[in-house]
């Protein structure tokens, strides 16, 4: 092990840092107004990801084509799990709708996996060959997955900052009566905020079957990394999501370095657990 | 028509024991959720520590494995409530103090890391080949374990019972109510959490020793974590969150609509069969969301004392502060 190796699993850490980024920031955006855990989140990127691979293998179409019909197969979804169940339960207890997430969460692959199947899916048929800079590879999608990322991260970011609809999410994020006594339609804001996390969890789900593949468990098993991104950049908080995702997909490849590969969901969590010990309000979050 | 008969009457026992050993970790879930309002969805995680204790302490002694101790069935049953509480007391010191949500999310991890350790450190439990040969007590009669069962199950039930009617039940359901009241009337909320989130855990390794000894088998994937853990959910939300009766009812409800759904996909053409789980879990996922919308209190919704409590009860109250 030396430093060429270490940086060749650094690079493969920003790569799965920018999946659990884009997962992250959905997670936190849904914690931010409506106060609860989504745990379909995982399941929704199965979904987008799927949803992709139908368009790429009947319509033959290049991935970058099929990522936006899975954006919007994902946000449709989220959406309609709202109306048809949350939007119900959302006056009860936040632990009603976490319950309700879990088994959407099971809905959801169920479906994937009677659509599909259960056997594993690709989105590129044999091997396409890694670009060598100096001792390091990197291979063509996982540039694709950082582009993509940096894109859809730009648009969230002005999405957030230069729209009404987005200034009002970070109000009622912020403070919920104060944001309803100025007028905003939080109904409105709440689906909004639905397609949002949604779209961008399929993006996470394109992106993480491009650097692996498709199986109807993808999602579930990313799930718990993403938490641990978006409690690391502290709940509720898009733009910690991303510092927090990052530092999580690089600890988890690193950590290859002195533990078994298998052991790699086991990094996230326990840096998880040290950041809940030591500052449970996440890196950037200072209240609650 | 004999032959069917006792197909049928063996397939009831095998059908009833199951229900009795969910109707333990449903009960369980009960001390966790119903009375304190902890959120554990790492069921599977204590389960199956339970069934490797019961494992290791009751085979006998096997190279490709840790121990195999060769105690009898009552030592399985004490280590592997002993190893799951001790468990469960960690993960509580790390994660009761914080949001439920955390807490949450801490318990998938834990099962998540069982299990992967199970799999992976092959001198515990053999890897994912798993230990068998775990005998049943007394006999290998599936009646008389069908018994044993049964017997565990109501003496977890009236120890259960006894402890939700009990000073100590009553301070839990105060606190899951109203935590800043209950703090105010100068309650340990935090020891109360860790006692009842202990206890519920030690009772899950109890389910999954004797799920072992039933079986015979044990390995990392032979608890399908996921769905063993959301169908005890389904099972304490359908029975009634917050009433023992309920827990064990709803596991038997449940259960047999679970195996019911089996007999109905049997029936699929050929080459659905193989979805046939997908399709079940499917109907056991909108199940709950409709459980969740029409009926959130469940069959047997929890007996909520009277509002205005008489003199006498009051007084009651005093003594135990």
């Given at each position: 092990?030396?430093?060429?190796?270490?940086l060749?699993?650094?690079?493969?850490g920003?790569?799965?840092?920018?999946?659990?980024?884009?997962?992250?920031?959905?997670?936190?955006?849904?914690?931010?107004?409506?106060?609860?855990?989504?745990?379909?989140?995982?399941?929704?990127?199965?979904l987008?990801?799927?949803?992709a691979?139908?368009?790429?293998?009947?319509?033959?179409?290049?991935?970058?084509?099929?990522?936006?019909?899975?954006?919007?197969?994902?946000?449709?979804?989220?959406?309609?799990?709202?109306?048809?169940?949350?939007?119900?339960?959302?006056?009860?207890?936040?632990?009603i709708l976490?319950?309700?997430?879990?088994?959407?969460?099971?809905?959801i692959?169920?479906?994937?996996?009677?659509?599909?199947?259960?056997?594993?899916?690709?989105?590129?048929?044999?091997?396409?060959?890694?670009?060598?800079?100096?001792?390091?590879?990197?291979?063509?999608?996982?540039?694709?997955?950082?582009g993509?990322?940096?894109?859809?991260?730009?648009?969230?970011?002005?999405f957030?900052?230069?729209?009404?609809?987005?200034?009002?999410?970070?109000?009622?994020?912020?403070?919920?009566?104060?944001?309803?006594?100025?007028?905003?339609?939080?109904?409105?804001?709440?689906?909004?905020?639905?397609a949002?996390?949604?779209?961008?969890?399929?993006?996470?789900?394109v992106?993480?079957?491009?650097?692996?593949r498709?199986?109807?468990?993808?999602?579930?098993?990313a799930?718990?990394?993403?938490?641990?991104?978006?409690?690391?950049?502290?709940?509720?908080k898009?733009?910690?999501?991303?510092?927090?995702?990052?530092?999580?997909?690089?600890?988890?490849?690193?950590?290859?370095?002195?533990?078994p590969?298998?052991?790699k969901?086991?990094?996230?969590?326990?840096?998880?657990?040290?950041?809940?010990?030591?500052?449970?309000?996440?890196?950037?979050?200072?209240?609650r | 028509?004999s032959?069917?008969l006792?197909?049928?009457a063996?397939?009831?026992?095998?059908?009833?024991?199951?229900?009795?050993?969910?109707?333990?970790?449903?009960?369980?879930?009960?001390?966790?959720?119903?009375?304190?309002?902890?959120?554990?969805?790492?069921?599977?995680?204590?389960?199956a520590?339970?069934?490797?204790?019961?494992?290791?302490?009751?085979?006998?002694?096997s190279?490709?494995?840790?121990?195999?101790?060769?105690?009898?069935?009552?030592?399985?049953?004490?280590?592997?409530?002993?190893?799951?509480g001790?468990?469960?007391?960690?993960?509580?010191l790390?994660?009761?103090?914080?949001?439920?949500?955390?807490?949450?999310?801490?318990?998938?991890?834990?099962?998540?890391?069982?299990?992967?350790?199970?799999?992976?450190?092959?001198?515990?439990?053999?890897g994912?080949?798993?230990?068998?040969?775990?005998?049943?007590?007394?006999?290998?009669?599936?009646?008389?374990?069908?018994?044993?069962?049964?017997?565990?199950?109501?003496?977890t039930?009236?120890?259960?019972?006894r402890?939700?009617?009990s000073?100590?039940?009553?301070?839990?359901?105060?606190?899951?109510?109203?935590?800043?009241g209950?703090?105010?009337?100068?309650?340990?909320?935090?020891?109360?959490?860790?006692?009842a989130?202990?206890?519920?855990?030690?009772?899950m390794?109890?389910?999954?020793?004797?799920?072992?000894?039933?079986?015979?088998?044990?390995?990392?994937?032979?608890?399908?974590?996921?769905?063993?853990?959301?169908l005890?959910?389904v099972?304490?939300?359908?029975?009634?969150?917050?009433?023992?009766?309920?827990?064990?009812?709803?596991?038997?409800?449940?259960?047999?609509?679970?195996?019911?759904t089996?007999?109905?996909?049997?029936?699929?053409?050929?080459?659905?069969?193989?979805?046939?789980?997908?399709?079940?879990?499917?109907?056991?996922?909108?199940?709950?969301?409709?459980?969740?919308?029409?009926?959130?209190?469940?069959?047997?919704?929890?007996?909520?004392?009277?509002?205005?409590?008489?003199?006498?009860?009051?007084?009651?109250?005093?003594?135990?502060?």
């Open positions: 092990m030396d430093v060429t190796d270490l060749q699993l650094a690079i493969y920003v790569v799965l840092g920018s999946i659990l980024t884009l997962g992250a920031i959905g997670v936190s955006l849904l914690f931010g107004i409506l106060r609860f855990s989504n745990f379909a989140h995982g399941d929704i990127m199965t987008g990801a799927y949803a691979f139908a368009v790429v293998s009947t319509l033959h179409a290049p991935v970058w084509l099929a990522l936006p019909v899975g954006m919007i197969a994902g946000a449709l979804v989220s959406v309609a799990a709202d109306q048809l169940v949350y939007r119900r339960l959302r006056r009860t207890q936040p632990v976490l319950i309700s997430s879990f088994g959407m969460a099971l809905i692959r169920s479906l994937v996996q009677l659509v599909w199947g259960p056997q594993d899916r690709s989105f590129v048929k044999g091997i396409d060959m890694p670009m060598h800079f100096g001792d390091l590879m990197v291979s063509p999608q996982q540039l694709w997955i950082l993509g990322t940096i894109v859809i991260v730009i648009a969230v970011h002005l957030l900052t230069r729209t009404r609809m987005g200034k009002a999410m970070r109000a009622m994020s912020d403070n919920m009566d104060l944001a309803r006594v100025t007028g905003i339609d939080a109904e409105k804001v709440i689906v909004w905020t639905w949002l996390g949604g779209a961008l969890a399929a993006a996470a789900g992106f993480l079957a491009l650097d692996t498709l199986t109807p468990m993808m999602g579930w098993s799930l718990l990394p993403i938490f641990a991104a978006a409690i690391l950049g502290g709940f509720g898009p733009y910690g999501a991303i510092v927090g995702g990052m530092i999580i997909g690089v600890a988890s490849e690193m950590s290859t370095a002195v533990l590969p298998a052991y969901p086991a990094t996230a969590f326990a840096v998880m657990v040290i950041m809940l010990v030591v500052k449970p309000n996440g890196l950037l979050g200072a209240r | 028509m032959i069917d006792s197909g049928l063996s397939y009831g026992v095998f059908l009833l024991t199951l229900a009795a050993i969910y109707g333990v970790v449903s009960l369980a879930l009960n001390v966790q959720w119903g009375m304190t309002g902890l959120f554990n969805i790492g069921i599977a995680g204590f389960y520590i339970g069934a490797y204790c019961a494992a290791i302490v009751t085979t006998p002694p190279p490709s494995h840790l121990g195999g101790l060769g105690l009898p069935f009552g030592a399985g049953l004490m280590v592997a409530m002993a190893v799951s001790l468990v469960a007391f960690f993960v509580g790390l994660t009761l103090k914080l949001r439920e949500d955390y807490l949450a999310i801490a318990t998938i991890g834990i099962s998540e890391i069982i299990r992967l350790v199970l799999k992976n450190e092959d001198w515990i439990g053999n994912v080949r798993g230990i068998a040969g775990i005998a049943r007590p007394l006999s290998a009669n599936p009646l008389v374990y069908l018994a044993v069962v049964l017997l565990v199950l109501a003496a039930y009236f120890a259960v019972e402890a939700r009617k000073p100590w039940g009553r301070v839990l359901r105060a606190l899951r109510e109203n935590e800043l209950a703090q105010a009337a100068g309650k340990n909320i935090y020891r109360f959490r860790m006692e989130f202990v206890l519920g855990s030690m009772i390794g109890l389910g999954g020793a004797l799920y072992a000894h039933f079986i015979g088998f044990v390995s990392p994937e032979a608890f399908e974590p996921v769905f063993a853990t959301f005890v959910w099972m304490l939300i359908a029975g009634g969150s917050g009433n023992n009766k309920g827990a064990v009812l709803g596991a038997f409800v449940i259960w047999v609509v679970w195996s019911g089996e007999l109905l996909t049997n029936q699929l053409p050929a080459d659905y069969v193989t979805q046939g789980s997908a399709l079940r879990v499917l109907l056991i996922g909108v199940l709950l969301q409709v459980i969740l919308l029409r009926r959130p209190e469940g069959l047997l919704p929890e007996e909520r004392p009277h509002v205005g409590a008489s003199p006498a009860s009051s007084a009651e109250a005093e003594d135990e502060a």
